[in-house]
Structure formats: C-alpha cells, structure tokens
C-alpha cells in the first residue's frame, strides 16, 4: 500500500472534487501545501528515514500523472502484490473505469458492501465529526442529493459499470454483515481471491473496531424513512440478485442468510443485474399516470417530491433531471428528448425544474392527456425571502437559463460586455434583492397563470397552500395513494444558519458599496 492508501487517482475528475492540482508547479504556488510537504520530506530526514523522505519527496513533488501513479507502487519488493483503498472509486464513471482498467488490466478488485441507508448516514456522521456539514435533515437531503450522496449506494449501478471493463470473475463482493460476524473467514476468502497463501488470524485482532464514529448518534426516523424511500429500487435489485444479507435490507424482519463469506461475481449475476436495471429504465410500466410539480422553485417542490417518494411512488427530482440536461433541453425546445428518456418513462413523480419552467405545463397537459399536476404555493414575500436566502441574494442555477426563466435575458448583454469571456452557465451572476418587484410579479404571475389553465379541466390541478396542516395528505388522496400517517411530514431544504449568514454578508456589502 502507499503511504496514504486512499489515493484519489482515477476519481479528481468526478463532480465534486476538490483535489491539488495535478502539476506539481501548481501545487509549488500555495505556500501551506509547500510548506506540509516539506515539513514531510524533512521529519523522515530528521528521523535518519532517507528512504521514506526519498519516497515523499517523489510521490509529492511530481506531477500527478499515470507515470506517478505507477511509481507510488515501484518501492513494493517485486513479487509483492500492491493496491490502494479509494471508496470514492464506487462512483467513478466508464471513462475513469477505462482509465484504472488501461493502467491494470489484471488487477482484481473488491468492493465491501454495507446497507445503503447505513452507509450514508456513516457518511453524514463522519462530516458531522469534522464540521463539512450541518446537523440537520436538510443538510443531509443536500449531502444525498450531490454526486457524493446518492451514488455511494447504487451498488447494483457501480457492478455494471465495472464489469463493462473488467471480467466479473476479477470482483469479490464483501458484506459488512460478514465482516462482522465471521472475520476470520472473510480474510481467508480475500486472500484465496488475491492468491496469496493463508497467513495465521489473530481472533482477537480481527474482532477490533476501526475507524468508528467517535459519539455515533442514531439516524433520525424522519430521515431513514425518505432514503429508505430513494433506495427502494436498488434495495429490491440487491435482493433478488446478490441474496444473502442484502435480503434483510430490503426487508428487516427476513432472516439474514450467509451463504459464504464472500460472493465471487459472475457472468450470470451481471446478466440479472442488467435485466432487473432495464425494468425501471422503461420496461416496467408506471403503476399511476405521471404527476407533475409546477410549484415554483422555493415552494415545495422537494417536499413533494420526499413525500410522495415515501409513500412508494418512483420520484425524478433535481439530481435526475440535472444529470440528464432536461432543463436546457426545455430551453432548447427539445421536449421529445426529455420524454424519449428511459428515466422520463418509469417515473411517476416529477418535481423540479423543468416541469415548473414558464408554459411548459401547457405543453405536458397535451402530450400527456391523462397526467396531473401539482401548484403548491406561499405568500409571495415569503416565497422571494426563501429564494434570496438559499442562493445567496443571487441567482440560482446556470445564469443564462435563469434569466431565461425570469425573463431577464437582456442582462446577459451587459454582462457579456462587461467581461467577454464570462460564462453564462455560472449561478450568482445577477442579484435578485435589487429587482425584488420584478421576481414577485413573475411568480404571482406564474400561479395565477396555471390556475387559470386548468380551469377548464377539472380534476387535473391539485393546488394547495404549502405551510398548511393538510396540504400534503390532501395530495395523497389526489395522487390516489393511501396516506400512511407513520410518515412524518417532511420539512425539506429548509433555511440554515449559514444561509442567514451568507445573505447578510451580501446585504452588508451591497450597503457599503
């Protein structure tokens, strides 16, 4: 292994990073990064280590190519199998897995899996620990909803993109369940995988904890209860194909089977898992016609989305909808590719942009004559503080279709010529407090807009004030699911502190400008 065994190789690319640069120039140019690697260099000097200070000096002061990568491995004595221990790799898509596949091409690899919901709520609490992210629902939601939240614990999506490069007999498949109850067995089988000889196993030491959550506080109901919802699908897959404990997470009160220790993947499990991956990407039809959002931003439409999702139906909100461009496909007019998509296809919630965007729900009422829509709306002054609070005074999302959006596209001219190569796909490039009447207009204007729409059609409009008691069990009746009153309601992206905090700094200097 490396010195640090998480290298962060193949995964600085994915949405999210936050890496040194990989030229060791780049990297030279900030003094606290200089000066924490060549206190490094000079502990292991100071210590009579020349070896260890050779290692860092190489490993640190070399740019961050494939030739590096290859090095960190060349101190490793020749017949000695190396490796690392990135779990961010779980995510990485098929041009980093061709990558890692085209420096190892006989590399094997093994991927522990523990509950999803578990995982991610271990994810939570280790950032908790560490201040990156705030002790509440909302927080969470957000963490969930990043490329870093949810994916973690797709597994079923993660095998098949690794087994579109590498042989499934090359990947073992590690329960934390099995970890936990027979550990010694576990390392017995990882080492018959690898070809290494058995080795003699400490009971006692296979036994103690690593790595645990310093003050581990159990997950809030409210919070269990809509990832559990967001993963019912992968649960389900898991079940069916991989068995053994993923059996008890889909369903609690099933007795956990250990068939072995670990699971040796093969041609057969990758054949299923395609199978049960095609049926909620068109094949399975949806159980109710489609139901669309058109709330504004900032009036619920999350809410909607964690309710409904936690009463059983299938949900694509921002996540969804941001990884597939469907916003600017609207923008674009290109509507038949947002309804062609698989993901469009088995979906029976929709929230979010761009269903909520200016008359395209004149457009989805025709094209799709049997769906149903959903206005939630709030006072109007509540609704602009909440928008200026959760972006900062300044716009949300990508500035060209925002302004789209609000009808402020002649701004994109003065910016534009203020700073030629300004990217208009950047949120915070035009302020919201200094055209207050202007956005409240536009959004009055929008609800009265769709309310008198679907005037004439009685039974396809549920609208609803957001704050009040009843609003969302109403909605259950319209959605024609039963209301199950265990599900607590869901107060979603709600303010923060640092929300408050950062507004006021805005206001503070738009004073002192």
């Known amino acids: 292994m490396p010195p640090q065994p998480e290298v962060h190789y193949f995964d600085r690319t994915l949405p999210g990073s936050n890496f040194p640069p990989k030229s060791a120039k780049q990297r030279a140019l900030d003094e606290a990064w200089r000066s924490r690697m060549f206190n490094e260099v000079q502990k292991h000097v100071s210590e009579g280590n020349s070896y260890e200070a050779l290692r860092a000096a190489m490993t640190n002061f070399l740019d961050h190519d494939d030739d590096w990568y290859r090095l960190l491995f060349s101190w490793a004595p020749p017949a000695?199998?190396?490796?690392?221990?990135?779990?961010?790799?779980?995510?990485?898509?098929?041009?980093?897995?061709?990558?890692?596949?085209?420096?190892?091409?006989?590399?094997?690899?093994?991927?522990?899996l523990r509950h999803p919901?578990?995982?991610?709520?271990?994810?939570?609490?280790?950032?908790?620990?560490?201040?990156?992210l705030a002790q509440d629902d909302p927080s969470a939601m957000r963490l969930f909803d990043s490329p870093n939240g949810r994916p973690r614990g797709e597994?079923?999506?993660?095998?098949?993109?690794?087994?579109?490069?590498?042989?499934?007999?090359?990947?073992?498949?590690?329960?934390?369940?099995?970890?936990?109850?027979?550990?010694?067995?576990?390392?017995?089988d990882i080492h018959a995988f690898l070809g290494l000889p058995p080795i003699p196993i400490d009971p006692i030491e296979v036994t103690r904890p690593l790595?645990?959550?310093?003050?581990?506080?159990p997950m809030p109901a409210s919070l269990r209860s809509r990832i559990t919802a967001a993963y019912r699908s992968e649960l389900e897959i898991l079940a069916e194909v991989l068995a053994g404990p993923a059996i008890g997470w889909l369903d609690?009160?099933?007795?956990?089977?250990?068939?072995?220790?670990?699971?040796c993947l093969s041609a057969n499990h990758?054949?299923?898992l395609k199978r049960r991956q095609r049926q909620p990407l068109g094949l399975r039809p949806r159980r109710l016609d489609p139901l669309f959002c058109i709330s504004m931003q900032r009036s619920g439409t999350t809410t909607v989305g964690d309710w409904l999702e936690s009463h059983g139906l299938e949900r694509a909100g921002y996540p969804t909808s941001s990884r597939l461009g469907w916003t600017m496909l609207w923008m674009q007019g290109e509507h038949e590719a947002i309804f062609r998509s698989p993901e469009f296809q088995s979906v029976e919630i929709f929230e979010d942009d761009p269903w909520w965007c200016p008359d395209f729900?004149?457009?989805?009422?025709?094209r799709f004559p049997t769906a149903r829509f959903i206005l939630l709306t709030r006072d109007v002054n509540d609704w602009f503080d909440s928008l200026c609070h959760?972006?900062?005074?300044?716009?949300?999302?990508?500035?060209?279709i925002h302004a789209r959006i609000y009808r402020r596209e002649h701004y994109l001219q003065d910016l534009m010529e203020k700073d030629p190569h300004c990217d208009l796909m950047q949120p915070g490039l035009l302020s919201l407090l200094d055209h207050e009447a202007h956005y409240k207009s536009v959004y009055l204007q929008h609800n009265q807009s769709v309310r008198e729409f679907f005037a004439s059609k009685p039974g396809r409009l549920f609208s609803g004030p957001l704050n009040a008691p009843r609003t969302l069990i109403d909605l259950c009746h319209f959605a024609g699911i039963n209301h199950n009153p265990a599900i607590p309601i869901p107060r979603s992206n709600a303010r923060t502190v640092e929300m408050v905090d950062r507004l006021a700094n805005f206001k503070q200097i738009g004073l002192n400008r």
């Open 117 to 132: 919901v578990d995982r991610f709520w271990s994810q939570c609490q280790m950032k908790f620990a560490d201040g990156s």
């Open 270 to 272: 990758v054949e299923e």
């Open 390 to 400: 959760h972006s900062g005074g300044m716009n949300p999302g990508p500035t060209k």
């Open 155 to 188: 597994y079923s999506k993660t095998i098949l993109r690794y087994c579109q490069h590498f042989d499934p007999t090359r990947i073992l498949v590690v329960f934390l369940e099995a970890i936990q109850r027979t550990p010694a067995a576990v390392l017995r």
């Open 361 to 366: 729900y004149t457009v989805l009422a025709e």
């Open 252 to 263: 609690p009160s099933a007795p956990t089977v250990f068939p072995d220790s670990v699971l």
């Open 80 to 112: 000695a199998l190396v490796g690392e221990i990135t779990p961010r790799y779980a995510i990485c898509g098929d041009a980093e897995i061709a990558h890692m596949r085209a420096l190892a091409p006989e590399a094997k690899l093994i991927l522990l």
């Open 211 to 217: 790595n645990s959550a310093p003050n581990p506080t």
